[in-house]
């Protein structure tokens, strides 16, 4: 079955706020990827971190992966209204199969 | 460099009529995935090719739905005698080898009347 649970399911925050959002996910992975959908459009690539890495950063964005806990959380600074958009996880699995497992997203509204 | 471009972006199909969704990937990238998304909800899994090769089906129904990759053209999902809970929006995704971050079209909307 698809795996990832996310939370908050939906976040409202100030511009200028920092937004914290949290992935767990099942199974043992090789890579864990974060991406964000603008309302109808596909998804953007935001950021991927390893099973052997805890932290990433890319400009605005930080990362970091608990493998003990199965977990990942994306922090966003200094947000912005162009932030406003859903944030999926996604795993790929430790097979051969390159397929991403979504979760099931958060919402982030950055309010003006 | 054009991004993974999917055609039509909405299609509306009466029951028991057939949808054809294309995709054509990034250029240089040989590996293609198509996901279902229904509305609120993450993107589910259904298919990964390579050209001219399923690699994984495993998320794809086994009744009325296809996927290909040929050597020429883009890559086609395929629904046959489609019903109400077919309505979705449906991604292709490539990448230029496995394990790589991958490059999502902007979808195409399915609606079943």
């Known amino acids: 079955s698809q795996q990832g649970e996310e939370d908050p399911q939906a976040l409202s925050i100030q511009e200028g706020e920092n937004a914290t959002m949290n992935c767990s996910y099942k199974t043992s992975i090789n890579n864990l990827q974060w991406y964000r959908q603008n309302s109808g459009r596909g998804l953007v690539h935001l950021i991927l971190i390893r099973s052997n890495e805890r932290e990433k950063h890319s400009g605005r964005l930080r990362v970091t992966l608990d493998t003990s806990k199965k977990s990942s959380s994306l922090l966003i600074t200094a947000s912005r209204a162009a932030d406003t958009a859903s944030y999926f996880c996604a795993t790929v699995q430790m097979d051969s199969s390159y397929k991403l497992i979504f979760g099931s997203g958060t919402r982030l509204l950055v309010r003006p | 460099n054009a991004g993974v471009m999917q055609n039509p972006r909405h299609l509306v199909r009466r029951r028991g009529q057939e949808a054809r969704l294309r995709c054509s990937p990034m250029k240089g990238h040989s590996h293609v995935y198509w996901y279902r998304q229904l509305p609120e909800e993450g993107l589910k899994f259904m298919v990964y090719l390579q050209k001219e090769n399923i690699i994984d089906e495993s998320g794809m129904p086994k009744e009325r739905f296809s996927a290909e990759f040929p050597k020429e053209g883009p890559s086609i999902l395929r629904i046959q005698q489609v019903v109400r809970g077919d309505s979705a929006a449906y991604f292709c995704?490539?990448?230029?080898?496995?394990?790589?971050?991958?490059?999502f079209g902007d979808g195409t909307r399915l609606s079943i009347l």
């Open positions: 995704a490539s990448s230029p080898e496995g394990g790589q971050p991958q490059h």
